[in-house]
């Protein structure tokens, strides 16, 4: 389906097993903190997405860094956390590849789709950064009551994250990559672009997540009981 999966190692935090999911074909690594890259780097993990937002002078200094070491990409939602981080690449003569978070839902972080067009034109403006794609995550699929609700989720977390790209397309903006996560939304809407998965429970999603659905419908998988 031209889809690519890229784990997030949020579930497991081991290099070694990073490794292995390369291997196997993953298109890099997924992490949340700057000091998650840090050390998945010193263990040759190559490439590396962090997912959320980096905000900082300081965390921005160490970011172009490991920039020398890596194909880095991290996360943005506010025209003043990018700033902070162009402060540090632009000097330097450096750009960093940004990532524009779409709110699908969960109202957490990110900005809502209709906004993302004034906040992606304030990114792409700044020197020593490159916007190069939007990204999403539909957290709020993990309280779910039922299969039904997961798949509406599922697509409304699609339709944002493709309607936030083709806006941001439309206006002119080179947007080369859109990424999703929820790797058990084996139902929702899968937008035909050049979409990447980046899921957090590849490894526990054969127990973890059909045990849930399996609860929803008729009970718990033999020996799993509830969770």
Known sequence: AGVKL??????????GVARMQLAAGAAGIALAKTGEAETFADAG???IFLAYPIVGTGKARRL????????LSVGADSIEGARTLSEVFA??????????KIDCGGNRVGVLPEQALDVARQ??????????GVFTHAGQAYHAGTPEVIAAIGRHEGDAVASAAGRLRGAGLEIRE???GRAYLIDGHLPQAELQRIAGR???YSYGQVDRLAQMAEGPLPGLGRR
């Open 6 to 15: 890229r784990p997030h190692a949020k579930t497991h935090k081991i290099p």
């Open 45 to 47: 993990i190559n490439d």
């Open 64 to 71: 172009l860094a490991l920039s020398d070491r890596v194909r």
């Open 91 to 100: 000097p330097a003569g450096r750009t960093l590849s940004v990532m524009l």
């Open 123 to 132: 990114i792409a403006g700044l020197p020593g950064i490159e916007l190069v």
């Open 178 to 180: 859109v990424r999703t």
């Open 202 to 204: 590849v490894l526990g």
